[in-house]
């Protein structure tokens, strides 16, 4: 198993940025078909960002397509999110993990987002 640690949440204004990490520190992980998940208040987790290493393909929800950045640095070890022009409804807890269902890891802790003014 491997153990993810999510982080860079925090308050921000709604038009605000934030930048989160992932990491699996202590162990040999690439971050290859992975993605970025979130819980909304009241709401199930939904996959926000992912990248597809087996076919180059990124891919996001509609809502934040234009708004949210999906990346990892070169070596591949941790893997980030850049969400720009934030929106109250981007409120939640990100996490991050596979990005197949079927071979999920498992949960991090997540990190806490709120949008709010």
């Known amino acids: 198993q491997v153990n993810l640690v999510e982080s860079g949440g925090g308050l921000v204004q709604p038009g605000g940025s934030l930048r989160l990490s992932c990491a699996a520190p202590g162990q040999d992980f690439r971050f290859n078909n992975m993605a970025w998940y979130r819980r909304a208040p009241g709401k199930q987790r939904e996959l926000v960002a992912g990248i597809s290493s087996d076919t180059d393909i990124i891919r996001y929800l509609d809502a934040v397509k234009g708004r949210f950045a999906i990346s990892t640095d070169n070596a591949r070890t941790t893997m980030y999110l850049q969400m720009d022009s934030l929106e109250p409804d981007d409120t939640g807890i990100y996490y991050c993990?596979?990005?197949?269902?079927?071979?999920?890891?498992?949960w991090g802790r997540g990190t806490q987002v709120t949008v709010s003014s």
């Open positions: 993990n596979h990005i197949r269902a079927d071979r999920l890891y498992s």
